[in-house]
């Protein structure tokens, strides 16, 4: 894979551990994800895809918070 620019998700909280990073593909249309916990593990995506996964988490309702 060819060397990747990541930039962090604006609705990660900065903190160690808890970071969404995204990086566009130099050829071709594919994103690229990874959280920065397990930076090796990496999801590529196409545009429509990840679009369709966003819809999708977005439309579910909230899980409850932890006690």
Do not use: N, Y
Not at 34 to 48: G, K, V, W
Request: glycine share 6%; net charge positive.
């Amino acid at each position: 894979m060819p060397q990747l620019v990541w930039q962090k998700s604006s609705f990660s909280t900065g903190g160690e551990g808890e970071c969404v990073e995204l990086a566009a593909a130099a050829t071709g249309p594919h994103i690229h994800l990874r959280e920065s916990d397990h930076p090796h593990r990496i999801a590529t995506l196409a545009p429509h895809t990840l679009a369709a996964l966003l819809h999708a988490v977005k439309s579910r309702p909230p899980l409850p918070s932890p006690k």
